[in-house]
């Protein structure tokens, strides 16, 4: 969660001279922007690529380290010298640094030489049955049986019911060897497979991809890659190939990824697998700044042993400040504003209907950091959907159903999300009634903003989105939302809806 503020300031600083693709200026368009995001996919440079990857790499911090095992895979896979020895022979062998055969391991089994997927890879390194014969190792079974016996009713000679036991054999298959689950074969072998997919297809992250995708589907994804627009032949790498397609950009390209995507996330392993060797690394060097960091990624409001979303580390049971209209009274002006209402113009609309219509006026505040990841969401879904052009589609203002609720209102409410709508710092956006354009568009710009860091954003009812920023981030959006401020369309709303924005502190109290 520290990464992303460092990068910012990067991404603004490339993209501060240029906004992309050129935005309609009868919208809003932010002064403030991320280069290389959404509809400006297709002009990244060598550095803005970098940029990106370095911060993909360490979003994966949170599907890595928020899972129970997280901890004592690090010390099964660097403390115990059995499996060091075999990861250093596995180097040798295959030429490959051993931080990386460590961190797959690490990955794939948590260092549990005796792991199982339920789809049937084994072993400390994930073997299929198939793929362990390419390796050369070797997997054996015996059939046995096993007897049952059942009671059942016959006619004997005289056409009298009588009660006979019948027994059946029942086959079965047992391993007699499996190589797979022997970490001095299946290491080495595994390595030195991966080898030979860095030199077939001529890198290693495609290597390493191809080892959680397959061998044909990377021989897919590579082909498309080469073949897209604005990418040479000899920049084919596994980065470009996620960050260089879009909805109206090298679309095969991005319906492929998209593809594998909805299979097994198998796109961003090359990512995960980076992070993991320095997350190694570190545990390596500072095992008590390892924990500590596992434990920023467990959910205090999840009963799950895994934390379900990024937005359920992010928030804290202090950042549920007002838990009642008197608190969000209180704050009006400061911790919260007003949400700007000018659908046409900021690409949102405020639909939002409190059970006690008084009130209305309290539902419809927010963090300015939260208003301003609202703003700049629709901006960009705006300009993408713009680039595709939908056959018969207009853009429709994205329908806003949930900013602050006080905590006595949001327990009364069957959401799973409710309780951190408190916060101020997230909000609700209902997709059903979007053209499918336009929600092609809007789940895209929020994927590429998520992978990012920038946002978390979770299903939350039907057709529901509950959406927030990361805290590391909240001071750029809240620099968007004084962006908004600032524009006619702003000066188009009344001084009382504006919730007296001549009164906001500055930035830095802003979030």
Known sequence: ?????????????????????????????????????????????????????????????FPIMRDPQAVP???????????QSIFRS??????????????????????????????????IMQISKSTAREMGLRVLTTTRYRVTTERVQVRNKRNKLVTKTIRHKIPYVVASRDDRLVPERAIPAAARYLAALERRFGGRDWAVFAYHCGEGCVSEMLDLTRRARGISKDHATVARM?????????????????????????????????RAQQLLELYRSDPK??????????????????????LSVWLRREDLLFHSCEDIKANMGTKLVRALDRPEYFGYALRISPDQPENLDYFLQASPS???????????TRRLWEQMKPKGEKFRPLEVTSLVQPEDYARTISRAEGISHCSGQVFDIAYGGLPPGEYESLRFVLDDLGWEGYLGFV???????????????REFFTTVFQDALGTKGADAVSAKERSRPDQLPPVSELQ
Not at 73 to 83: D, S
Not at 296 to 310: M, Q, V
Not at 370 to 380: N, Q, S
Request: charge should be negative; avoid cysteine; aromatic fraction near 10%.
């Open 73 to 83: 895979g690090a010390e099964r896979i660097t403390k115990n010298p059995k499996l």
């Open 1 to 61: 969660m520290k990464f992303a503020l460092l990068w910012v300031v990067g991404l603004v600083a490339l993209g501060s001279a240029r906004l992309g693709q050129s935005a309609s200026s009868e919208y809003f368009t932010p002064s403030h922007t991320l280069s290389g995001i959404g509809v400006a996919r297709d002009d990244l440079s060598d550095d803005l690529l970098d940029v990106r990857t370095d911060l993909m790499i360490q979003s994966q911090t």
């Open 459 to 473: 299903e939350d009812g039907r057709d529901t989105l509950h959406i927030g920023p990361a805290p590391s981030v």
């Open 370 to 380: 939260a208003l301003g990841t609202l703003t700049y969401i629709a901006f960009e």
């Open 242 to 274: 996620f960050f260089s397609a879009t909805p109206a950009w090298n679309r095969d390209l991005y319906q492929a990824v998209q593809m594998q995507m909805q299979r097994d996330y198998s796109p961003t392993y090359w990512f995960r697998i980076q």
């Open 289 to 310: 700044a390892f924990i500590a960091l596992a434990q920023d990624y467990k959910s205090e409001f999840a009963n799950a042993l895994r934390a379900p979303h990024r």
């Open 90 to 123: 596995a180097a040798e062998v295959s030429g490959l640094p051993a931080s990386l055969v460590e961190a797959i391991a690490y990955l794939e089994s948590w260092g549990d030489p005796k792991a199982e997927s339920y789809s049937g890879p084994r072993g």
